[in-house]
Nanobody, 121 residues
Framework: QVQLVESGGGLVQAGGSLRLSCAAS????????MAWFRQAPGKEREFVAA??????????NYADSVKGRFTISRDNAKNTVNLQMNNLKPEDTAVYYC????????????WGQGTQVTVSS
């Protein structure tokens, strides 16, 4: 059973930075595509960024709204995936969720509990 635990959320002023981390309890972490999603109040959950599994041959991808500001990375030795968020905007305020799926196809079927990010103007 894969468990995902996020950390690093908080309150920050517009223009500031935060780094989210997600620890995955799984034996074959390198076989999983890892991603971040977010959900703002009253809105649908939306994709933020994805990091392919280690030998996929594909590159990481980002939502247009965060390109150039957010960076996703993974540390396979520590079974973690991180999201560095720079130049934060009030519209980035949301609960951020870590997600995982084995390989590259299909839906994300493992989810963390979420961490709150609040950006004040």
């Amino acid at each position: 059973q894969v468990q995902l635990v996020e950390s690093g959320g908080g309150l920050v002023q517009a223009g500031g930075s935060l780094r989210l981390s997600c620890a995955a309890s799984v034996r074959t972490f390198t076989a999983y595509t890892m991603a971040w999603f977010r959900q703002a109040p009253g809105k649908e959950r939306e994709f933020v960024a994805a990091m392919p599994f280690s030998w996929s041959g594909t590159t990481r991808n980002y939502a247009d709204s965060v390109k150039g500001r957010f960076t996703i990375s993974r540390d396979n030795a520590k079974n973690t995936v991180n999201l560095q968020m720079n130049n934060l905007k009030p519209e980035d305020t949301a609960v951020y969720y870590c997600a995982a799926k084995k390989g590259s196809s299909g839906s994300y079927d493992r989810w963390g509990q979420g961490t709150q990010v609040t950006v004040s103007s």
